[in-house]
């Protein structure tokens, strides 16, 4: 059983930045692929960014892409979202996912796609 836990929400004012941390449980951290999706009130989870097993590939949704960057530290077991330039849209709470015994160098970005799901944590991005 893999086990999330998010971190580094908070408030920012628009402009800001934010990096969010994830900590996952488990010693096959590196077979994952990792994801953070988000959910604003009342709106679906959306995909966020995505980092492919081997962190070789990065994908991102249009709304965010070229202010936010994934990245992942396999020596912690951690996968990161740096939040640049942040817009009071981008208020949500946001979730990290894994993909367990994923392929190499694919791409997740459906909801469907992901095995396990962190608690969340709440963005708030002031105007």
């Known amino acids: 059983q893999v086990q999330l836990v998010e971190s580094g929400g908070g408030l920012v004012q628009a402009g800001g930045s934010l990096r969010l941390s994830c900590a996952a449980s488990?010693?096959?951290?590196?077979?994952?692929?990792m994801g953070w999706f988000r959910q604003a009130p009342g709106k679906e989870r959306d995909f966020v960014a995505t980092?492919?097993?081997?962190?070789?590939?990065?994908y991102y949704a249009d709304s965010v892409k070229g202010r936010f960057a994934i990245s992942e530290d396999n020596a912690r077991n951690t996968v990161y979202l740096q939040m640049n330039s942040l817009k009071p849209e981008d208020t949500a709470v946001y979730y990290c996912?894994?993909?367990?015994?994923?392929?190499?160098?694919?791409?997740?970005?459906?909801?469907?796609?992901?095995?396990?799901w962190g608690q969340g944590t709440q963005v708030n991005v002031s105007s």
């Open positions: 996912a894994a993909v367990g015994s994923a392929a190499y160098n694919a791409k997740y970005v459906r909801l469907t796609d992901y095995n396990y």
């Open positions: 488990g010693r096959t951290f590196s077979s994952y692929a």
């Open positions: 980092i492919s097993r081997g962190g070789g590939r990065t």
